[in-house]
Structures are given as C-alpha cells and as structure tokens.
C-alpha cells in the first residue's frame, strides 16, 4: 500500500520555523511530483510547492514564492521537506503531503486529483 507519512508539525511562535517530512513508501519516489497543500480553519485547501526528486524541479503558488518556504527531497529515504522560516499567524494550518505521478505542472494545476494523499500534520503559529 502507498502511504505518505507527514510529521514535524507542532506549536511555533511568530517569526519561528518549523520543518515537515513526509515519508513516501508503496510507490515509485522519481516517478511522482510529492509536495504540500495546507487548510487553514474555515478556509479551502490551498496549495503550497510540490518537487519531483528524479530532476529537482519545484514549483511554488504564487502566495509562497517569497521565500520564506523551500521545499526539498532526499532520494535515499524516500522524502519530501517543506523548510518554513519567518512563520506568520496566518500559516496556521493543518499541511497536508500529496503526490501526483508526472511532473510538477500536473501537480500544481490539480488541485483535488491527486493520487495520493497523506494524513495531516497541524502547525500553529502563535504569539
């Protein structure tokens, strides 16, 4: 069975960083985009940056090219990082590992059709 395991959520004040995993097994790592949606209360799920580790490609939505995330992969143990820094209030959010076979355009212009879906990890940003 394919899972996506997502950790490294947790309570983080404003300005702080946090750092999510998520763990792929069941499926082919290079043969799939794997990145982050988040779902702040009482709002849609959105989109964050996705990466396909057979060539390092990312992509980013337009809300988080600022910099302030980075997301990274590491082939040998099958993972997908989402780097945060500077956190705000509003990254409040459960995030959410997703993977798409193909390519990180696939990926980024399906909002709901994923294959794949992880279990979420809640990050709270507080003062």
């Known amino acids: 069975d394919v899972q996506l395991q997502a950790s490294g959520g947790g309570l983080v004040q404003i300005g702080g960083s946090l750092r999510l995993s998520c763990v792929a097994s069941?499926?082919?790592?290079?043969?799939?985009?794997i990145g982050w949606f988040r779902q702040a209360p009482r709002k849609e799920r959105e989109q964050v940056s996705c990466?396909?580790?057979?060539?390092?490609?990312?992509?980013y939505a337009a809300d988080f090219v600022e910099g302030r995330f980075t997301i990274s992969s590491n082939k040998a143990e099958n993972t997908v990082y989402l780097q945060m820094n500077s956190l705000k209030p509003e990254d409040t959010a459960v995030y959410y590992c997703?993977?798409?076979?193909?390519?990180?355009?696939?990926?980024?212009?399906?909002?709901?059709?994923?294959?794949?879906w992880g279990k979420g990890t809640l990050v709270t940003v507080s003062s």
């Open positions: 997703a993977a798409l076979s193909g390519t990180v355009a696939a990926w980024a212009a399906n909002l709901y059709g994923m294959d794949y």
């Open positions: 069941g499926l082919r790592f290079d043969d799939y985009a």
């Open positions: 990466i396909t580790s057979r060539d390092g490609r990312t992509y």
